[in-house]
């Protein structure tokens, strides 16, 4: 019987260690991938011109069309949620506690992001265009739009799912601000009421109601 509290321990260590691989797994993905959201971001930031000559090269819009959807205006709006994206996942991922809902969004933002790369490049295949870059990260590290730049966003896709997933799995800031409240009063609650152990059954005679 006194194996009991031990084995139940070494159960708890044990699941506790088998969780904490795939957070630690999920927060170098969120790193890694954060850096490239950010690098592709700051590549369109620093040559905006040279992006939107690349970015013109899939004859989406015209540079001088009016209204929210001018290819300038695509172009700040891409850079920008690029952007927001690979600081959430950079935040998520090196935050000291688990940044849970900052993270899934840059996860999310990111995904949507990635769908649209996967639209573009699959919409100037079909058009048999022959287009150098694919702005990925703006007129930067060009590559040509061909089948491997679509399996290469499925893969990034994928990896963002799985992190998503993973990030699923974390607590939230206020679960662990209450789990952490309810310790502290279960641990005081101890204090002023001490558990007395072997105590004689007789005793409840003497006691006073």
Same mark, same amino acid.
Not at 15 to 30: D, H, I
Not at 41 to 47: E, L, N, T
Not at 105 to 133: N, Q, T
């Given at each position: ?71 300038? /205006?695509? *172009? @700040? %709006?891409?850079?920008? &949620?690029? $952007?927001? =994206? !690979? ?7 090196? #935050? ?13 933002? /990111?995904? *949507? @992001? %990635?769908?649209?790369? &996967?639209? $573009?490049? =699959? !919409? ?7 287009? #150098? ?16 730049? @679509? ?59």
């Amino acid at each position: 019987m006194r194996l009991a509290p031990a084995l139940v321990m070494l159960d708890r260590r044990r699941s506790s260690s088998l969780s904490f691989v795939p957070q630690v797994a999920a927060r170098w993905g969120l790193v890694a991938l954060g850096l490239v959201f950010v690098a592709q971001g700051m590549g369109k930031a620093v040559d905006p011109d040279g992006y939107l000559a690349a970015l013109d090269a899939f004859h989406l819009l015209k540079p001088a069309a009016l209204g929210p959807l001018s290819l300038g /205006a695509l *172009g @700040l %709006s891409w850079t920008v &949620l690029e $952007l927001l =994206a !690979g600081v959430a996942m950079l935040y998520g991922g090196l #935050a000291r506690a688990p940044a849970k809902q900052l993270a899934q969004a840059g996860v999310m933002l /990111a995904v *949507g @992001l %990635s769908f649209a790369y &996967l639209a $573009l490049d =699959a !919409g100037a295949l079909a058009r048999h265009l022959s287009i #150098a870059s694919c702005t990925c990260f703006g007129p930067y590290l060009a590559q040509r739009v061909s089948p491997v730049a @679509l399996v290469e966003e499925g893969f990034v896709i994928a990896l963002l799912a799985w992190l998503f997933a993973s990030t699923m799995r974390w607590p939230s800031v206020d679960r662990g601000l209450r789990n952490e409240n309810d310790a502290q009063a279960e641990a005081a609650r101890r204090f002023r009421h001490p558990v007395r152990h072997h105590r004689s059954p007789f005793a409840a005679w003497f006691t006073a109601p």
